[in-house]
């Protein structure tokens, strides 16, 4: 694995995209932990794609418009779904006056990891960037088509998981220097976070 191919891959994680813009959402509303289990989330679903360039299994989806589409269509509405789940667990509107909620649902590994892979794995642009991305950097005349594939996706995703790493760093910040957290469980800021999983379902759907 080149030093070339170390830094190019820094720079394209370092893009803007849905998977950057739903690390920093998480990070910014609900702090560090739960940015950091997206982020290993959305690292663990880059092995799988991985894998299926190596097994030849991208190659299919991006032969076939149908399948590709319905795993847009699928990757949106799970963003849609998550939209509509923020605000269905969001309160009430309070009186005027009213003091604002101060309350958060514990933080649990698991849900915000399940986010993490479950977007990662239904973003089909993953699948064709890996496809046009990775054979570039094979050898040629490389006996180890399969193996190399696998080994330049792995280190694709390492570097991606250190940008996702730095971005939770930086949205964690910003959530406690302003306190956001603390207007987290209130109605209005249900509505911002449905409104950025809808935006995000829309960059993919219609990128």
Known sequence: MSIEFLF????????????????????VTRGFRPAIAVSLGLFSGLFVHTAAVALGVAALVAASPVLFKVIKILGALYLVFLGISALRAAPAPAAVGAPIANSQAPFVFGKFYRRGIIMNLLNPKVIIFFLSFLP???PAGSQHIGWQLVELGLGFALVSLVVFGLISVFGGWLNKRFHIARYSASRPFAWITALLFWGIAGWILLG
């Open 8 to 27: 190019v891959s820094f720079c394209l994680a370092l893009l803007p995209g849905p998977d950057i813009l739903f690390v920093l959402a998480q990070s």
């Open 136 to 138: 570039g950097f094979v």
